[in-house]
């Protein structure tokens, strides 16, 4: 699987998170590789990139912003999203924007 997504031609929807994590694991790392399995699950994704250094980005695809509030409504997810506000991030934000043009190969 390629790390970067492969997205159908615009428009779609971006979802980018940014994070700094607390110290330690907590439970973060199974919860993470279990939100991207959920995610894949739900009606509208179209894929998802992250990186981890100092500050965590990730960002996910969708064809529209119905899928993305549905996805931000999941139970599991939003279980997920209490815990990291509690227990993982010290810092973190949400942007949604949409994806007019996109180029590469």
Do not use: C
Not at 20 to 28: A, L, S
Not at 65 to 92: C, M, P
């Amino acid at each position: 699987m390629s790390l970067i997504s492969n997205t159908p031609k615009p428009p779609y929807f971006a979802v980018i998170f940014s994070s700094t994590r607390t110290e330690g694991d907590n439970g973060y790392g199974e919860m993470a590789n279990r939100m991207v399995e959920l995610a894949q699950q739900q009606s509208g994704f179209l894929g998802i990139e992250s990186a981890r250094e100092e500050l965590g980005i990730t960002v996910s695809y969708w064809t529209d912003l119905d899928s993305i509030k549905n996805w931000k409504a999941n139970v599991e997810h939003l279980e997920a999203q209490k815990t990291g506000r509690k227990s993982w991030y010290d810092s973190f934000k949400v942007r949604i924007s949409k994806v007019e043009r996109d180029y590469g190969n």
